[in-house]
C-alpha cells in the first residue's frame, strides 16, 4: 500500500470515528467501526486510541499517528445510522475508499436539524406523558405538557447563542422551576414537585449516562469516567436550579 492511499485509509477511520463520538456514540461501537473499517483498507497493523476528546491512529508501524481533537459533543442518531450504513457497504467492498471519505464528508458537513418548534413539541410531549407517571391530576399534565416545551424552548435559545450547555440547561432548568412554583401559588398547578420532575426530564442527560456505563462495563476507563462526569456536571447543574428556587421563591 501506497503512502498515500495509507494516509487516506487512516484520515477515513478517524473521520468514521470522531462523527461518532462527537454524535453521542458509545466508545464500542466507535472502535469496532474503525477496526472494520481498517481492515476494509487493507491497513496492518493498525492500532488506534479513542477518547471523547480525541482520536490518534497508526498502521504499520509507521513513526507519525494521525490525530484528531473531539470539541464538539451532541446527541444526532442520525448521523450515527448514517456512519454505520457507509462503514457497513465499505466493508462489504460497494464503496471505494475515495467514495466513502466523501460520503463520510458529507455527513460530517450535513448540519441539518429537526425544526425548532418540533424539538419543543417533543420535549413537551415527554413532560406530559412522564407527567401520567407521577400525577393522575389533567391540569397538571397540561401544565406540565407546557412548561417542559418553555423549558427546552430555552435551553435552545441559550445554547445557539452562547454554545455554553451547563448554563442554558442551568437557566433552563431556573424557568421551568419558577414557572411551577407561580402557577402553584395560583393555585392551578396542584402537584408542584411532580410538575418540576416531569418538566425537566428532556434536559436530563439520558444518552450520556447509557454511554457511561457500557463503556465502564466494556472496558473504557478513560471515556467512561469522563462521560460520567459530564452527566453529573449537567444534574447538578438543573439541580442546583431548582434548589434555588424552591428555597427562594
Known sequence: MEDQERNLAITTCILAGQILIENGSNMDRVNDTMYRMGSAAGLKSFQVFTTVTGIVASSDHQPNAQAVDIRVRKNNLRKIAQVNSVSRQFSAGELSLQETYQRLSEVDRDQTNLPEWLQCLAAAILSAVLMVIFTEDVRDIAYGFVIGGLGYWTFLRLFGRFQIKYISEFC??????????????????????????????????????????????????????????????????????????????
Open 172 to 249: 433552563s432548568a431556573l424557568v421551568i422551576g419558577i414557572c411551577t412554583v407561580l402557577l402553584g401559588k395560583l393555585g392551578l398547578v396542584h402537584d408542584t414537585s411532580a410538575t418540576i420532575v416531569g418538566s425537566i426530564m428532556p434536559l436530563v442527560p439520558g444518552v450520556p449516562l447509557t454511554n457511561a456505563a457500557r463503556d465502564f462495563v466494556s472496558g473504557n476507563l478513560i471515556s467512561g469516567p469522563s462521560r460520567a462526569l459530564e452527566a453529573l456536571l449537567t444534574a447538578a447543574s438543573i439541580g442546583c436550579a431548582i434548589v434555588i428556587v424552591l428555597r427562594y421563591f
